[in-house]
Nanobody
């Protein structure tokens, strides 16, 4: 089982990036998916999550109204559209597959993790 993130890079404050996560080895159509991030020197934090069928999404307060998570179960992919980026959004972003169909903010509830993609936002 493999989760592979892409789409990270350098952006200016106020700009946008779209992260993608491609899953292989099994399908996750029955599992919640989420994005986490870890800034330099800080602990990993929950960013956004989506239920198995995409009917419900959850966001950290720091990204509400700016980030949008979505999924395409037919393609076994998850996306994170990031708009109005801020320097504090800088970090490594990780895709994760949950053990349940609903979203949990705790990282311990996720069984599979990608290697991460780096996002750097300059001021």
């Amino acid at each position: 089982v493999q989760l592979v993130e892409s789409g990270g890079g350098l952006a200016q404050a106020g700009g946008s990036l779209r992260l993608s996560c491609a899953a292989s080895g099994r399908t996750f159509e029955s599992n919640a998916m989420a994005w986490f991030r870890q800034a330099p020197g800080k602990v990993r934090e929950f960013v956004a999550g989506i239920t198995w069928n995409g009917d419900s999404t959850h966001y950290a307060d720091s990204v509400k109204g700016r980030f949008t998570i979505s999924r395409d179960n037919a393609k076994n992919m998850v996306f994170l559209q990031m708009n109005s980026l801020k320097p504090e959004d800088t970090g490594d972003y990780y895709c994760a597959a949950g053990s349940r169909w609903y979203v949990e903010p705790g990282g311990e509830m996720y069984d599979f993790w990608g290697q991460g993609t780096q996002v750097t936002v300059s001021s």
